[in-house]
Structures are given as structure tokens and as C-alpha cells.
């Protein structure tokens, strides 16, 4: 990639990064400053060999075409699977980054996010640092807003515009449909239990973003949802009941289906319809904002709207 130094280069660079960055000062022409969740990191030039924790980021940073060359170990979606073999560096994992492997790459720039961002502050120390963490009360004007500063970043502006229109367009057409659709209940499985989560919690974009509506009376708030029971799934008695598989989606077998195969579950609107969704788990789970992944997203929920 071009040095940053380069007139021209440096030309092109600033307009496009106009809106979302600001120029650090006038010493240098040519040092960037990008706004970012944790605060502010100046770059000197434009960023080539990136490691990223957040698999967000790694969603987008593909769908854009920038290769990424450090990636922590994890259960990652086919789609990334090129990033799960041993071509590409292991840089620790989402809660505790290989500090040593980080360094001994010589970054240009490290990005964290929600899991990953207590590290920010050690990380930082190394090398450039992002901090790409998402409101999940914001959750979709925020993580189009990452696409769009990751595709400034790096030069890829008219890609990130195309993938945020094609996914705004679906999103449209998802509201439309979902606002009547009838109540709705997310619920997440993972080891033997269940949690519902409502508008507010870390999952609830289902309500906010796309536009269904809660069976909740009382909601669930925050990033752990509320404990749930199928007596509790049959007494909010959903039109439609989505749900995540945790242990699918971290590579685990899955056990979401057997457990909601049973007399209470049976009896609720939503089974009876058959309008109980299994939710792509790595997608909600594991990935989040990322472009393709919040593509996905929409398109599933479309297509289980149709069907009814």
C-alpha cells in the first residue's frame, strides 16, 4: 500500500476521511486521527498489516476485501474459514490476546471490540489500537457506522456504501413485514438452560432494528438476559419464537431443538403456527455487526416472515 507521505496519497486519503476523522495537528500533514468507542488513534499512514480480535471486524474487513493477518482462536463462520486454519497468525483469543505473538508482528493497526475491549488499553501499548464496539441499544446505526469508517480506513468507500444500501434496503422491507407479524420472544440455550431477551438487551435489535414486537410484559434488559423457564415461554405465549444456540455457536453441538421439544413449548401460538426460528447462532453470537453477518440476519428473518 501506498506510504502516506506520498502527496497524492495523502490527498486522497483526507478528503475521504473528512467526516469521520479529524487531522491531529498541523506538525504533521499527514498523521490521521480515527474516533473510535474507547477514544481517539492517530495513524501516520494507512493501515497495512491489521490484527483483529473483534470477528466483527473481520466480517467487514472481508467483505471488503482487506486481508487481515492475525486473528484470535475460535469457532468461526464458513465464511471465515479461510481464518481458521494455520495460514494466518493466532493472536491469543477474544479474552486474552497472545501479547508476545502481537508484538512479534509488528502491526500497523489492532482492533478490539465488546469481548475484547478490556484489553484495549495493553494493546494500545503495542501498536495502533481501535476500539470497534457497538451500543447494542444503537446497534445497527453504530455498526454501519464501523463499515463505513473501516471502508474509509481503507480505501474501500464505494464497496461499504453498496453493502450498507443493499442492507438498509432489506431492512426496510423486513419492518414492514414484521410490524405485523406478532409478538415475539428471543430466547438463548446453552448448556441445559434458557434466558429471554428483550428490548434493550445485548439482543435486542430483534425489537428495535428489525422491528418485531415483544411477547414480554416485564422485558430483559442488559447483556445476560433474564432466566426462562417453557412455563414462562407458555404463559408470554408468542406469535413467533426465536432462538439461539450458544453451544452451536461456539462450535459445540447444539441442543437448542431438543430441549424446546416438549408439551408446553407445543402448546404456544408460535409452535402451533410454526413459527419457532432457529437463528444462524454464529451470526448472532459470535460475529454481530459484521456486513455479511447482519445481512444474513436480515435475510433469515425475512424469509421466516414469508413462510407464514
Known amino acids: 500500500m501506498p506510504v502516506f507521505s506520498r502527496r497524492v496519497a495523502v490527498t486522497t486519503f483526507l478528503a ?6 479529524v487531522l491531529a495537528g498541523p506538525a504533521d500533514a499527514a498523521d490521521i486521527t480515527f474516533r473510535h468507542a474507547s477514544g481517539e488513534t492517530t495513524f501516520s499512514k494507512q493501515p497495512v498489516k491489521v490484527l483483529t480480535f473483534d470477528i466483527a471486524t473481520l466480517d467487514t474487513l472481508t467483505a471488503l476485501g482487506v486481508d487481515v493477518a492475525g486473528v484470535p482462536k475460535g469457532h468461526k463462520p464458513d465464511y471465515l474459514s479461510k481464518y481458521d486454519g494455520g495460514n494466518v497468525l493466532t493472536i491469543g483469543t477474544v479474552f486474552e490476546p497472545d501479547y508476545e505473538a502481537v508484538a512479534a508482528a509488528h502491526p500497523d493497526l489492532i482492533v478490539v471490540a465488546g469481548r475484547s475491549r478490556a484489553k484495549y488499553a495493553d494493546l ?3 501498536a495502533p489500537t481501535i476500539d470497534m464496539t457497538v451500543n447494542s441499544e444503537k446497534f445497527l446505526s453504530e455498526a454501519e457506522e464501523n463499515v463505513r469508517k473501516l471502508g474509509t480506513l481503507f480505501g474501500k468507500q464505494d464497496q461499504a456504501e453498496a453493502l450498507i444500501a443493499k442492507l438498509n434496503a432489506s431492512t426496510a422491507e423486513l419492518k414492514q413485514k414484521s410490524a405485523h407479524a406478532g409478538k415475539s420472544m428471543l430466547i438463548l440455550t446453552t448448556g441445559g438452560k434458557m434466558s429471554s431477551f428483550g428490548p434493550g438487551s445485548r439482543f435486542g435489535m430483534l425489537f428495535s432494528d428489525y422491528g418485531f414486537q ?6 430483559a434488559k442488559g447483556m445476560h438476559g ?3 423457564s417453557y412455563e414462562y415461554i407458555l404463559k408470554e405465549n408468542p406469535d413467533w419464537l426465536f ?6 455457536a461456539i462450535g459445540r453441538e447444539g441442543a437448542a431443538k431438543k430441549m424446546l421439544d416438549n408439551e408446553l413449548v407445543a402448546q404456544t401460538t408460535a409452535a402451533k403456527a410454526g413459527h419457532i426460528v432457529y437463528l444462524d447462532p454464529t451470526s448472532w453470537y459470535v460475529v454481530g455487526g459484521g456486513i455479511t453477518a447482519m445481512q444474513k440476519t436480515v435475510d433469515q428473518l425475512t424469509a421466516a416472515v414469508d413462510k407464514k
Open 226 to 228: 433474564n432466566p426462562a
Open 243 to 248: 432462538v439461539i444456540d450458544r453451544d452451536a
Open 16 to 21: 475521504g476521511v473528512a467526516s469521520l476523522m
Open 124 to 126: 494500545a501499548k503495542i
Open 214 to 219: 415483544p411477547a414480554e410484559s416485564t422485558g
